[in-house]
């Protein structure tokens, strides 16, 4: 035990460190005792001590290996909507007791597998890539009705003979196919960042040279986001009479959707723990579509003029304008091999799993024809527009390179 000296006497340099490692002893004994044994020592002593614990707490951090850009590869699977279209024609009734009614809606909802991937680079932002395919079939069987009652097709545009479609009380046989493939790409771009997780010495802790202490906060960003989607749609649709005559009209329609337009965003991320956390972006946008068809009919008959026996029409439709989208996007990530340091920057290889929502006010329908007065009016197959909703869920991996 060191005794207190007069402000006189004079202590060397092997007492000083011989002091310093038994306060250093005490300390790792009892916290207490450490401030006793302060206490006791000269005031030469307790100065040293003092500045040397300055001189830690003013120490930065050591570095620490995080990365700021990542890889991301997802798959999924989903449902995207397809405004319903109109094939065949059928009227339960005489004709003006009873509405002309289409004889198959093409199904709402086509299942989808997804793949996104994306790359993030320190301060400029995400790029995002995505692509979807996927196809449904739906038919029915329409048997002959009581008096009055009628089935048939009208064709898609005006016959070289002059004839609207083809139509009577018979039996039919209506059918659908739709495939849809999607590609996408985006760019996000950070305009506002929040607050950020940190790496922080303790609070009233000496840090002298060893780990940061982890101090995870929640994070708030706001975002723009530029992108493009192209969508290409096949429709294939059949209506078949086969008794007492042959009546075939089929239909090969083909729609490409370009939209292209800009969102803003907000992106939160809350950490769930030292390897867990929630990310979740909310998206508005308004885009530009460019919608275009070519519908290509095929009618083979067994009797009427000879001129629509076998027939071939094309007919070509657009429809461009504005719409507008909003979106939701939840992620749960599993840090494999570190701690996230933010919303950009991690720590190691993380996996994660979320799903993604979508809703659209504009998108490509086809309106084939419903009754032969409407063709005889001068109307043809043309190209609509009606609202859509899409989601999907997904499970991926992230890859950080390029630490520092």
Not at 106 to 118: D, K, N, Q, T
Not at 148 to 170: D, E, K, M, Q
Not at 345 to 362: C, K, M, N, P, Q
Request: charged content about 20%.
């Amino acid at each position: 035990m060191f005794v207190a000296q007069g402000p006189d006497s004079q202590t060397s340099p092997d007492e000083i460190e011989q002091g310093q490692r038994q306060l250093a002893r005490i300390g790792a004994e009892n916290q207490r005792q450490v401030f006793s044994g302060y206490n006791m020592l000269p005031p030469e002593l307790q100065e040293a001590l003092l500045q040397r614990l300055r001189t830690a707490r003013s120490r930065p951090c050591p570095p620490v290996a995080v990365s700021y850009n990542s890889i991301q590869i997802a798959g999924g699977y989903g449902e995207t909507s397809i405004p319903r279209g109109n094939y065949g024609f059928m009227r339960d009734g005489p004709f003006g007791t009873a509405p002309d009614l289409p004889a198959l809606l093409s199904v709402p909802r086509v299942p989808v597998l997804v793949i996104e991937g994306a790359a993030t680079i320190q301060d400029l932002g995400r790029i995002n890539l995505g692509y979807k395919e996927g196809n449904r079939r739906n038919f029915v069987d329409l048997p002959t009705g009581p008096a009055g009652t009628a089935r048939g097709f009208p064709y898609t545009r005006r016959s070289l003979g002059g004839s609207a479609g083809i139509t009577g009380n018979v039996p039919a046989r209506i059918e659908n196919f739709v495939e849809v493939q999607e590609f996408s790409a985006g760019f996000t771009i950070p305009v506002f960042y929040g607050v950020h997780d940190k790496l922080t010495p303790g609070a009233g802790m000496v840090h002298d040279g060893g780990p940061a202490m982890w101090t995870p906060r929640p994070r708030f960003d706001l975002f723009v986001s530029p992108f493009i989607v192209f969508r290409d749609r096949d429709h294939f649709g059949t209506v078949a009479i086969t008794t007492p005559v042959i009546a075939t009209q089929t239909l090969d329609q083909r729609v490409n959707e370009l939209e292209v337009g800009v969102g803003v965003g907000v992106s939160v991320l809350a950490p769930l723990g030292d390897r867990v956390r929630l990310n979740f972006e909310a998206e508005a946008d308004i885009y530009g579509h460019y919608y275009g068809l070519k519908s290509i009919e095929t009618v083979a008959l067994n009797f009427g003029p000879p001129a629509d026996r076998a027939a071939t029409r094309q007919v070509d439709g657009s429809n461009n304008g504005m719409g507008y989208r909003g979106s939701v996007r939840g992620e749960l990530a599993f840090d494999l091999s570190g701690r996230p340091v933010d919303g950009q920057s991690r720590g190691g290889i993380e996996l994660f799993v979320g799903g993604r929502a979508a809703y659209l006010s504009d998108r490509a329908q086809i309106i084939n024809p419903l009754n032969g007065d409407f063709i005889l009016a001068g109307g043809t197959t043309r190209l609509g527009t009606d609202n859509a909703f899409d989601w999907h869920a997904f499970a991926g991996i992230r890859i950080p390179f390029g630490r520092r």
